[in-house]
């Protein structure tokens, strides 16, 4: 029998999951997170998901992981002290940045820019010239280099940075310089940029560089720790780290470009609520991530998840594909309060898991849209929030009632009215993924997982008018859920910057096979088998002058004579749909790019049975609040569900993690992998 | 004499409301939400860096009075109106206007690059309220590429004025119009592109009105309208009441060198009082305009724009920003300011509102932020300098020592000259107020450098 373990590391529990891969069941663990050391959390799971499905760690064929090493460490500013070696004249890059401020008037009022990642006086240059050209204009001066890094060690440096102007064109100088410092300091970490970004941009590239060397230390430190503690544990499969595009890479690739692996926990929701749209023939779904203090919302199309080639945490924006996320300040701690002039605001201050809401009974006093939920019984009375915890319906009440005695209305009132604004934010957060960029959200179903979506995701689909609202068997592990679907991968590009119709198909080709052989390199690297390896080709367009750029999926076998006319069908196809205009303008092709994967097939088990009553699973009535009055309503316990049932609303369905609410003249019917799909009474 | 602009009338919107408390805060939220999309529309679809990465563009959703109800600069919908053959009645739905002419539109747009849009919203065939966005475009013609030409003398060196005129009439695009103004740029593709990019940006704005108008009724959306700019009109005089203590004046003078064409110093001055709910703004005395281009062409509508969005942001940013208070706050300029000349002058951007805060910005840190001043806790003015105040070494022996000893020295003994960054001295001579020689420490350790001269944050050792 063969298992994989997906583990994601939250803010306060870490769950797990394991795939019984020839059955394609799944069995659940959560434990709590221990975030002075991550490790040990994983290593707990591990030990109590294997123990609950009585194998032993040794029998585990992968273990996937998601990891929030590297955000926290950026966002905390606790990495490495680093050093940076670059071009003379360019020692303030990192200063120079970006001419970004939030919004324009006002927004360099509050702004404090932070300081760089790597000080100026622990920045050293060195004379050697790259020309835009490739060609050396002043060779590297190795006596300079090794003054420099000696300084720069004498300085405290224990991580360090080679990022040279023009050096994605040719990367031989920062080659140079990287074996000068690995003989001279064999233990120094030594990033350097044309590894990890090989693109134009010399900011981003610079950042992105310094990040990578700033996580560096610690990450290696941590996932050597994690591997051999659970090599001690019996564990003698493929320990594989989730990054932020929702791929997977090995432990040897993480600690060489731990900067990938940013963004690694959100990344696997998207990427399962991708699978689950395959699964259940919906391929064009909006996913809506809610869990305490943020909702992570994205668009996915055709059954992938969306990808973007940078990333932001912080104040930071790197280049580093990602999951296409975005985020918006409205959870199910999202505090609701009153502006001077009485105007209802609901967050983007949150009561987070300490205090946490008012209804969990430790000292919370401030309403949240979780207390609100209670006090509509929407979260109904005995429930018991991530299955331990009693909820204090009489303090969610006193929270609200403040709400209430501000506006003058009464507690229910006040209750929908935060549950109101806090779905308007979302549903500004949907518009933004949706809409604004020209796709028609009629078109779309809706997917909503974390502890808090399925309370509001009727709701949005409402609003958005989404259809169906899908809700998984288990919304509040998705993530991890999503790692157990996710393929070993990494991209490799390289700028292109060439008019497309001057560019004759034969250059275009070469470059790209170029590319996939540094893929195949990279995929023998990771111990890929050849006939599970695959690749995907695109070129990133973009009208001459625009500065963004727009991926168009490229076969390789297409591109011959006669290409040209056809990308600039796609490129202009998605620029109208997007902006809503074309321009008599020649494409550029701007960067060209090769996505290398190792593919893990996930295939699920299906309850094929059909016709269960709509009575299954119904655990008591309670009286829970919908459009300005109380209904008697059904409580259905989620286990107790079967395939084919369907739910009339209003209905309240409780299950381990989550609760789910299904509107007045809305049903939902359970299909045969147990989601939930909740859909307009009558419609088809 | 100075024009003294009279406060108006409260104004009709300062009222009971009849809207429901919750409905008008999803209008309030969702017109924030649009005022957002505005922005991103515009900046992911424009070609110009200025407005991509600076964010040189700013939107407006208004009422159908033409009073901005959520956004971001100064709706002179009215005065754009009046100087346009079109009088409201005349407009239809798919009408877009557009002009980049700052003397026609109140200032709102402070020279011709930036490129304004007005666009009607209509909702069963009711005037309902405006979108309004403008950007700065990469060049609109003129003596200097970019269009922001230092020598000019007259606002003709900036290049091609569009006067307001229909760009799109009903929907329809007005080809030539836009060709003959493309024509004069130097990057007529990407000013084309980026007034379409704006005309999009507002078109966003407009459905978003028009979907609330759906939601909740017409009638309701324009109750809310209302309500929005009474409540930021409390909201700012609560504000004022809370930050102007009434009755004190505070007064500011300052001096920008020149106009860069030889004219100078040219002086700023402004009072400021609290009077009741109404804040009180005086620019008299402050020097008339100059040849050169430095002017700013500030109407009083345009300065309590202002004054409202940096008092709001400053102290109260969950305020919906509007021009509810406008009644508020009187603001008096003087006569030979030119507000009313619609002749050729060069509206420009070096002496702005900004500038107010001269005194203090004299110094910023390495993260741009002010380094405190005389008026400050603590006290960050000093200089260690140990120079004269012309910037050269003292003498040396025989002389006294003014530099702690070549600053080798760490004890009570010696002394350091100091230098004061906000030129403010003890006394009021010009060596005392200079950068360089205002005061000496009482001795070389870090104790009474830092009770006379060591809190601070620069040092400026002269060469010789």
Redesign the interface.
């Known amino acids: 029998m063969a298992y994989r373990l997906g583990v994601d590391v939250g803010g306060t529990f870490t769950d797990v999951l394991v795939l019984e891969e020839e059955k394609g069941t799944l069995t659940l663990e959560k434990v709590l997170s221990t975030p002075e050391d991550q490790s040990v959390g994983v290593l707990e799971g591990v030990r109590q998901a294997c123990q609950r499905l009585g194998v032993e760690p040794s029998e585990l064929d992968a273990i996937l992981h998601g990891s929030t090493v590297v955000t926290n460490l950026i966002l905390e500013g606790k990495g490495a002290t680093g050093g940076l070696l670059t071009t003379q004249g360019h020692e303030q890059i990192l200063h120079l940045a970006?001419?970004?401020?939030p919004?324009?008037?006002?927004?360099?009022?509050?702004m404090?820019?932070p300081?760089p990642v790597v000080e100026l006086w622990r920045t050293r240059t060195v004379s050697a010239r790259m020309g835009a050209d490739g060609q050396a204009v002043e060779g590297l001066d190795e006596a300079e280099v090794r003054s420099a890094l000696d300084e720069l060690v004498a300085e405290g440096v224990d991580s360090l940075t080679i990022a040279f102007l023009n050096s994605y064109v040719n990367p031989e100088h920062e080659r140079q310089a990287r074996d000068i410092a690995q003989s001279a300091h064999p233990n120094l970490p030594v990033s350097i940029s044309s590894d990890l970004v090989s693109e134009y941009r010399e900011y981003e590239r610079t950042l992105t560089a310094v990040l990578n060397a700033y996580a560096k230390p610690q990450v290696a430190k941590y996932v050597d720790h994690l591997e051999s503690s659970l090599n001690d544990a019996g564990f003698s499969g493929r320990l594989d780290i989730v990054r932020s595009d929702g791929g997977t890479m090995s432990v040897a690739s993480t600690k060489e470009r731990p900067i990938d692996i940013a963004l690694s926990g959100p990344s696997g929701g998207a990427v399962g609520a991708a699978y689950l749209a395959r699964e259940i023939d919906l391929p064009d779904l909006l996913t809506i991530d809610m869990g305490g203090t943020s909702t992570d919302v994205a668009l996915c199309q055709g059954g992938t998840p969306p990808i973007k080639r940078d990333a932001q945490l912080g104040y930071y924006q790197f280049q580093s594909r990602s999951v296409d996320i975005h985020s918006v300040g409205a959870g199910g701690g999202s505090i609701a309060y009153l502006?001077?002039?009485?105007?209802?605001?609901v967050g983007p201050r949150s009561a987070g898991a300490d205090p946490g809401p008012a209804c969990y009974g430790r000292g919370g006093t401030e309403p949240t849209v979780t207390d609100a939920n209670v006090v509509l019984h929407r979260i109904p009375p005995g429930a018991k929030l991530a299955d331990t915890l009693e909820i204090d319906e009489e303090a969610a009440k006193a929270a609200v009632q403040t709400i209430a005695d501000g506006?003058?209305?009464e507690l229910t009132?006040a209750a929908?009215?935060i549950l109101?604004?806090a779905n308007?934010?979302m549903h500004?957060a949907l518009?933004?993924v949706s809409v604004?960029r020209g796709y028609d959200p009629r078109d779309f179903g809706l997917i909503a997982f974390g502890g808090a979506g399925p309370l509001h995701a009727n709701a949005l689909g409402r609003l958005i008018h989404a259809d169906p609202v899908v809700i998984p068997p288990t919304p509040g592990v998705l993530s991890a859920f999503g790692f157990l679907a996710s393929d070993v991968q990494n991209e490799f590009a390289r700028t292109y910057l060439r008019i497309v119709e001057e560019t004759p198909a034969e250059h275009l080709h070469e470059q790209l096979e170029g590319l996939a052989s540094e893929a195949d390199e990279w995929l023998e690297r990771e111990g890929i088998a050849k006939d599970i390896r695959a690749y995907e080709f695109f070129a990133d367009c973009r009208y001459h002058?625009?500065?963004?750029q727009i991926p168009c999926l490229l076969e390789l076998s297409e591109v011959q004579n006669g290409y040209a006319g056809r990308l600039r069908e796609q490129f202009e196809g998605e620029h109208r749909r997007?902006?809503?205009?074309d321009?008599d303008?020649p494409i550029e092709i701007a960067t060209i790019r090769c996505v290398g994967k190792g593919e893990r097939p996930l295939t699920l088990s299906r309850d094929d049975s059909n016709g269960s009553s709509s009575g299954d699973g119904i655990d008591r009535h309670e009286q829970v609040f919908f459009d300005g009055e109380w209904h008697e309503t059904p409580i259905y316990e989620r286990s107790a569900l079967r395939a084919g049932q369907v739910i009339e609303g209003p209905a309240v369905i409780v299950q381990q993690d989550t609760t789910a609410v299904v509107e007045p003249n809305y049903s939902a019917a359970v299909d045969g992998y147990s989601n939930l799909i909740i859909s307009e009474t009558g419609r088809d | 004499m100075a024009t003294q602009v009279e406060s108006a009338q409260v104004p009709d919107f300062v009222r009971e409301h009849d809207i429901d408390?919750?409905t008008?805060?999803?209008i309030?939220?969702?017109l924030s939400?649009a005022r957002f999309?505005m922005d991103?529309?515009v900046e992911?679809?424009a070609?110009s860096?200025v407005i991509?990465?600076?964010?040189?563009?700013?939107p407006l959703i208004a009422d159908r009075h033409g009073r901005m109800v959520i956004g971001?600069?100064g709706a002179a919908i009215n005065t754009i109106l009046k100087n346009s053959p079109y009088e409201p009645s005349d407009l239809r739905d798919g009408d877009v206007i557009a002009m980049n002419d700052p003397y026609l539109c109140e200032g709102s747009i402070s020279h011709c690059p930036d490129l304004l849009i007005l666009r009607p919203i209509f909702y069963e065939d009711d005037l309902v309220g405006y979108s309004s966005q403008w950007g700065n475009l990469m060049d609109v013609g003129g003596t200097s590429a970019g269009s922001m030409p230092i020598s000019a003398k007259s606002i003709y060196y900036e290049g091609i004025r569009m006067p307001p005129i229909k760009l799109y009439d009903a929907g329809r695009l007005n080809e030539e119009a836009l060709r003959l103004f493309c024509h004069n740029t130097r990057t007529p593709?990407?000013v084309?592109?980026d007034i379409?990019?704006i005309a999009?940006g507002t078109a966003?704005g407009a459905a978003r009105v028009r979907e609330l108008c759906a939601r909740f009724g017409k009638e309701t959306y324009l109750e809310a309208c209302d309500a929005m700019l009474d409540?930021?009109r409390?909201?700012v005089i609560?504000l004022i009441r809370a930050h102007l203590p009434d009755g004190e004046r505070f007064e500011f003078i300052d001096h920008a060198d020149d106009d860069g064409l030889g004219n100078g110093p040219i002086k700023l001055q402004m009072a400021l009082w609290r009077d009741g709910d109404t804040m009180n703004v005086d620019w008299t005395g402050t020097s008339p305009e100059v040849p050169g281009s430095v002017n700013f062409f500030l109407t009083p509508e345009m300065f309590k724009m202002f004054m409202g969005?940096?008092l709001i942001?400053?102290f109260?940013?969950?305020?919906?920003f509007n021009d509810g208070y406008y009644d508020v706050v009187n603001v008096t300029f003087p006569e030979n300011y030119g507000a009313e000349n619609l002749a050729g002058k060069a509206a420009k951007f070096a002496v702005t509102v900004n500038e107010v805060r001269i005194p203090k910005e004299t110094a910023l840190d390495?993260?741009?932020?002010m380094v405190k001043g005389r008026a400050d806790k603590p006290n960050q003015h000093d200089i260690l300098t140990g120079s004269r105040p012309d910037g050269t070494g003292f003498p040396g022996a025989p002389f006294p020592d003014m530099t702690c000893g070549n600053w080798t020295r760490g004890g009570k003994e010696g002394s350091a000259m100091l230098g004061h960054h906000d030129r403010s001295g003890p006394v009021d001579n010009a060596w005392a107020t200079s950068w360089n020689s205002s005061h000496v420490s009482t001795g070389c350790d870090a104790e009474s450098l830092r009770s006379t001269g060591g809190d601070a944050r620069f040092y400026c050792f002269a060469a010789k």
């Open positions: 970006r001419a970004w401020t919004g324009p008037l006002y927004g360099w009022m509050g404090i820019k300081s502006t001077g002039v009485g105007s209802l605001r506006l003058g209305i009132a929908e009215a109101t604004i308007e934010n500004a518009r933004v604004e002058m625009q500065d963004i997007r902006y809503g205009f321009l303008v | 408390h919750v008008l805060d999803i309030e939220n969702t939400n999309e991103r529309v992911t679809t070609i860096p991509r990465e600076q964010s040189d563009q700013f971001q600069f593709k990407m084309e592109a379409k990019a999009a966003a409540r930021t409390s909201g609560d969005v940096f942001m400053a109260s940013p969950d305020l919906v390495e993260h741009g932020q």
